[in-house]
């Protein structure tokens, strides 16, 4: 099957912005989703069809996608918003779903 | 308000099965596809299985196809996987997953339960 390859870690200072990237072969055909997931709890929906936010959602997640690349922002990042974050697509090889490997973000 | 509750996890010995559950409520499950999405300790998600609304499309990831068994009863609102042939490395915290947003996405997740592997 395709891949989603992420950072494994990234860090953002309290406030500012942060962009967290997804790369796959995927992602040219088909729409990308994001999750966050905290320890301990289950994964939610942040981001679904590349830029759209579930009811919800706070607007300080956006979500884009350019060519083989999608990628989550977080505006005015809160100290809540530290947490693994995973990018997901259908994969026209192999498996239906794909999961990217996971960013896990912290915030200074 | 939409839920999903898996039930069933535990510890169970190399080569032997398990069957978890999820129940659902809040909406009618008889209009969504679902999904079975894992995730071993430690690690990121892992996508397993899909079933589709009326069970005619079901799809397993190569990790787990032929071993486990997916299934539901859209009158009860349940969701079913059974395992079998369990290995070491299937221990993790179960997740069923609904394919929600016209197929774009997992839009309700349930918490997981886990399935412990071990001798």
């Known amino acids: 099957s395709s891949e989603l390859t992420q950072d494994p870690a990234v860090s953002v200072a309290l406030g500012q912005t942060v962009r967290i990237t997804c790369h796959g072969d995927?992602?040219?055909?088909?729409?990308a989703s994001w999750y966050r997931q905290k320890p301990g709890q289950a994964p939610i929906l942040l981001i679904y069809g590349n830029n759209n936010r579930p009811s919800g959602i706070p607007d300080r997640f956006s979500g884009s996608r350019s060519g083989n690349t999608a990628s989550l922002t977080i505006t005015g990042t809160q100290a809540e918003d530290e947490a693994d974050y995973y990018c997901n697509s259908r994969d026209s090889i192999g498996d239906p779903w794909v999961f990217g490997g996971g960013t896990r973000l912290t915030v200074l | 308000e939409v839920q999903l509750v898996e039930s069933g996890g535990g510890v169970v010995q190399p080569g032997g099965s398990l069957r978890v559950s999820c129940a659902a409520s809040?909406?009618?499950?008889?209009?969504?596809?679902m999904n079975w999405v894992r995730q071993a300790p430690g690690k990121g998600l892992e996508w397993i299985s899909y079933?589709?609304?009326?069970?005619?499309?079901?799809y397993y990831s190569d990790s787990v196809k032929g071993r486990f068994t997916v299934s539901r009863d859209n009158d009860n609102n349940s969701l079913f996987l059974q395992m079998s042939g369990l290995r070491h490395e299937d221990t993790a915290v179960y997740y069923c997953a609904r394919d929600g947003l016209r197929g774009l996405a997992f839009d309700f997740w349930g918490q997981g339960t886990l399935v412990n592997v071990s001798s």
């Open positions: 809040g909406f009618s499950l008889k209009n969504y596809g």
């Open positions: 079933i589709n609304v009326v069970s005619t499309t079901i």
């Open positions: 995927s992602l040219r055909a088909y729409f």
